[in-house]
């Protein structure tokens, strides 16, 4: 997949092709999921959700469901929020109080009122019916626009407003370029409220041993700071929660943010003596998991030259967060690390806003707000080549930060670190056979059907450092996002590295075993890679932000080069010569020059772990190393003018697809679609390939089928699988995929992320290729996702 | 709620339990069968992850109750495994094409997969799409589980014209 082998360093098995680590036990049915947790004595919960998107809990009587043989116990928000602090929030909001049962008031159609424990689901499930609840309904704040109005019903009313964040920066002179340039385009981009809804749901299972003090917890979780947020919760310390990190995760991308659930089993646990476990359905999942994503308005205008080249825009992005916030708010901070695109823009005026609303809460979603805002980015590009009359493809020419321009400083502070868009965007031409696409394209029209090829030139984030969160609350003084690994060599050779967080099928254990295996010339099926639980490991911020290659790959090289250089001062030392005179290769340390005078990899390892007289005088015993990587580049706060680096990789892609419109129904059919991507050097080039169009299949999701529709009543019209629509093989063509390869200067092997890929640009893509569709009706759709009706609605306006 | 004594015939051995009659058969067989194989995913018939062979053909366990199983036979994705408990054909071809990340949807792909397989030695990527349409992968955006199934009729016609 990696285009130029030849100029890449010669890797044994770092970019090979080569089986991943993980997959033979889920062929097999051999994963291990947390419904497939089975805790001796274990009893099973099941929630009541609030029908009202706002109302008042005026009385609940639990008697009834109490009685029911198999019933141990129900559970409300007023006994829950005396027994547990509140949940974190990113944002400086402290009247804004999180619960996992409501308190005396719910805020969205769906939020969990009350908790059955029982003998099984059933029966809880069966308890749950029979909790009776007075409530006085209220009218539901639901229009997000409106938020900014006074006059709109209060989510929190303590809290005195609905507008969660407000804040403008200006980044570089942008009243100064404004004038500077002839044209302006403004334009409103919409990003529907949808997430990347995992086939698993969410799930934990809590224990509490009161005997030893600790809580074992195992969850299809992907958080950062969730032991944190466990112990803060349940006013217990840290070090009496473990994590069992062995847990796999059935998909996430973001979402699997289960505190509240969490923090709901373990009071359970730790009051009732017993394991307790919570496994959603789909509706507790869809309504009440707080796993929606960002639900977004961008009103923007850019300012550009004759050319078309982009000198400043001004965004503000209104953001629906719904009712309870988390640290969703912040995924508008996130995307100022790539806030112009890949594109030379010289200022950027940003205004954020994060609104509350009686909706489900959001939670991240892959890329963090990224991909809806490459969308609004890539909206305005097209409208300039449109307003001037130059093709789409040369206006991103023109715009391009060139290859060689990089680092390439942003506005913002981030600094690109390496890349060859130019060289990437013209892959694609030749790949998609963009004349003939276009021609293939008239065909379809000239046949009387409406056709529309697409284009989005995106970045991708990759190990944030998380300072965006200092940039929304000064109270998180955070200038670093850790992560960890330790590499241990047996006695008899055998190598096991402990990562420190759970995986959701990013195939970390691959990552660390190929990384491991090359630089110690070792094969990588061979080395074992377990995942440590929160007591036994180190310093961890989890798999988020495309960040695992960068900084648990950089871990990796450095643990790994830390063994060799031990392993060499042994040999060098049980040999009779210096350092320098050792040479290293397949399991061999020899003496530069004489290679009969050599020791094994099993005979050093027997040395270190149990041949102290052979050791070099004050050299620790064993083989093991550790590394606790800091984000590359990153460290400091943002200087005066609120600049700041935030992301030190950033991967590059080109998206082209061919879409056909039915007509008369607005189904719109993906036919072809082609990617062309640099993400420096693939440590996996399957498990690479497999994200990227994994993420264009769920980029097509958000573009043209998935929306958790509210009506104006705040009622969620979208709770099933037949209302919530997820592209199935049909949706979804077959996407050619050709890999670019630059090497990022800021890792070990020049990796960098790849797991929010596809689903940057695919969004902006599609929209590209719809609106490239109906351009001869003059109709123009910037509202995602762009479902098959309102493309009919559309088109009968125009025709009618 | 009293419980009903059956017989399930699963992965060819007979399997007596005793289950409440509302008992779905997903949750039969993981609960009280302890084979987590089969996962559970929307429970309302669409997303496929509980998919499992009745009498060959592939059925959503999540809409079908325990006591109506009775009398059929049962293929879980511990049942595709050859019978020295290595892989099979297709289960190893969705490893070496890596026609899976998170693992969540794959029991069910595979039981999809071999039901097609077992009706169509030869299919084209679209019979492959058409038969694994009722099965949602969040994943993969399913083309490597396309190429394993095509690798694995591959090998299957090359196996039969060697033998």
Redesign the interface.
Known sequence: MVDAPATLPNYRYVSRKR??K??????????K?V??V?VPGMKHVAVLPSPHPRANIVSIDTSAAEALPGVHYVLTGDELAEGTNGLFHGLDIPNVIWHPLAVGMTRYAGEWVAAVVADSR?IAEDATELIEVDYESLPAAVDSEKMLDEDQPLVHPAHGTNVLFRKTWEWGPVADDFASVPHTVSYRARWGRSS??????FGVVAKWDDVNEIMDVWASIQMPQYQDQIASALRIPMNQVRVHNDV??????GVKRGIKHTVLVSYLTKNLGFPVRF?E??LDNMSGGDAHGPDRIFDITMAFDDEGVIKSMKVRALDDVGAYPGRAPLQLGKPITALCGPYRLNSIEYEAISVTSNKTGQVPVRGFGQSPTNFAVETGVERVAKYLGIDRVEVRARNLVRKDEFPWKIPPGSKYDSGDFHAVLAGILETSNWDNLIARRDALRDEGKLAGVGIATCLEPGGGNNIFEYLFNPKLEITTFVESVLIKVEPTGAITAVMCTTT????HETLVSTIAGEELERDPDTIRVVHGDSLEALPTRSPVASRMAIVLGTATSKAARDIKAKMITIAAHDLGVERDQIEYGDGEFSVRGNPASKLTWPEICHIAHKQFHRMPPGHELGLQSYAVQQVPGAGSLPDENNEVPLYPCFSFQAHVPLVEIDPDTGKVKVHDYFIGHDCGTAINP??V???I??????GIGAALYEKFAYDSDGQLLAG???DYL?P???E?P??TDSEHCTPSPMTSLGQKGSGEG?YLGAPAAIASAVNDALAPFDIEINELPIRARDIEAALYEKTK | MTAVEITLNVNGHDRPVSVPPRMTLVDCLRDMLRMTGTHVGCEHGICGACSVMLDGEPIRSCLMFAVQAEGHKITTVEGLLQSDGSLSDLQDSFWECHALQCGYCTPGMLVASESLLNENPDPTADDIREAISGNLCRCTGYQQIVEAVQMTAKRRREGASNG
């Open positions: 089986r991943t993980e997959d033979r036990r889920f062929v097999s049915g051999r994963g999921f419904a497939d089975d059933y990347t809804v995992p086939i698993e749901t796999d995760v059935g998909g996430s991308y496994i359905d789909r959701s099928g990013q195939g399957d498990i390939r497999g994200m169009i994994g993420g264009v299949a769920h099933t699988f037949v997820l199935s093989a049909h979804i077959p996407v596809g």
